[in-house]
């Protein structure tokens, strides 16, 4: 993603609540009272400039800190494109960084400490020009860093992204496949179908699906149901359909008839939204982006593109849906809250393998 690209984004996390809910309203007037002062202090400005000075206290003492602690790259970044061009001198001059975090000493330990966000870049580019030695790296930073960073919308790692958006290879496929083998959540299965997605591998995803509707184990099937509910393909939801029609009554069938209703809620937000975009009547509008709220999961950033780039929106609406990016994202949490405690139909917890699962996985 553009975001996982910058080594100098911060993020701030501000806990005071600048909304004014009013509730209640009947005809002829608001029940209850309303708190003047609250609504005064959203519009004060200098309550506002209060807030940003204490934002700016904040980072001070981030950077002051961090630079205290060795970290001097806080301050800095390195476009990614740079270290493409780095890969291509004839000197090698990059494996002398790789190599002591490679070797899984003190030195490289700290090295990804104080510069996790560079290696990651660098991973990054590695896994296009020297595959193998991009794996090693990537291995290097799962097992041994103490930070995640993570794409601001999805909430996953940066890391996950360059595996995905590398070029097709060897060592990258048997590592994409094991990141696959290792989900136990259906949120898991969610974000192996939004990394897919995300980074143009479409193809990848639909081979996997494949192979698992046509594994004579119920386990695998389950698995590319899942796959295919989360999917944002539209001929999923003929496909899921097809499979319904021809097989009986059993887990797997409950499976297929969740993943048929995950699909469809995808369906039902785009289409609210896209009637928020069409309807001209200010009340019905955002009646529509309401309901879209109560289906929306983390499948709209797949296609947040595609319909902003198709819907010419008024001021209001556009000012509407970026002023409610964070009621999205509530949404999408509240909407998805489940899914780390579900697997392909049953319910789980964390580092427990079920008996089914084992005898499945002995085969």
């Known amino acids: 993603r553009e975001g996982a690209s910058r080594l100098d984004s911060w993020s701030v996390d501000v806990d005071e609540d ?51 602690r060795g970290n001097h790259w806080i301050d800095l970044s390195f476009p990614f494109g740079n270290l493409k061009e780095v890969m291509r001198l004839e000197n090698d001059t990059w494996r002398q960084w790789v190599d002591p975090v490679l070797s899984g000493g003190l030195a490289g330990r700290q090295h990804l400490v104080f510069c996790q966000g560079f290696y990651e870049q660098l991973c990054a580019a590695l896994l296009d020009y020297e595959p193998e030695t991009g794996i090693e790296l990537y291995t290097a930073i799962s097992e041994n860093s103490l ?4 794409d601001s919308d999805t909430g996953i790692r940066s890391l996950f992204f360059h595996l995905f958006s590398a070029k ?26 939004l990394l897919a997605e995300l980074c143009g591998k479409n193809a990848w995803l639909s081979g996997i699906i494949s192979e698992m509707l ?13 796959l295919m509910g989360f999917s944002s393909d539209e001929d999923s939801e003929g496909r899921l359909r097809e499979w319904i029609d021809v097989h009986g009554r059993s887990w797997v069938m409950d499976v297929a008839r969740s993943a048929l209703r995950t699909h469809q809620r995808n369906i039902g937000a785009k289409t609210w939204l896209e009637r928020f975009a069409t309807i001209e009547n200010r009340v019905d509008s955002w009646a529509t982006f309401r309901l879209f709220l109560q289906c929306v999961d983390r499948r ?23 002023g409610n990016r964070g009621s999205i994202k509530d949404a999408i949490k509240e909407n998805e809250k489940k899914l780390k405690d579900e697997f392909v139909g049953h319910k789980v917890k964390k580092d427990q393998l079920w008996p089914w699962m084992k005898k499945y996985l002995s085969n």
């Open 300 to 322: 709209y950033w797949v296609w947040e593109k595609s319909f902003v780039d198709t819907y010419l929106l008024s001021d209001w609406k556009r000012d509407a849906v970026s």
């Open 147 to 150: 930070t995640r960073i993570i």
């Open 214 to 226: 046509d594994s004579d184990r119920d386990y695998d099937k389950a698995r590319g149901l899942k």
């Open 18 to 68: 600048k909304s004014v809910n009013l509730v209640n309203n009947t005809w002829g007037g608001n029940v209850g009272t309303v708190d003047i002062d609250r609504i005064k202090r959203v519009f004060d400005q200098n309550v506002a400039k209060d807030a940003n000075q204490a934002i700016h206290k904040q980072i001070i003492e981030l950077y002051e800190a961090e630079r205290k």
């Open 168 to 193: 097709d290879s060897p060592p990258v496929a048997v590592v994409r496949r094991k990141y696959f083998d290792e989900c136990n959540t259906d949120n898991d299965l969610l974000e192996i179908v």
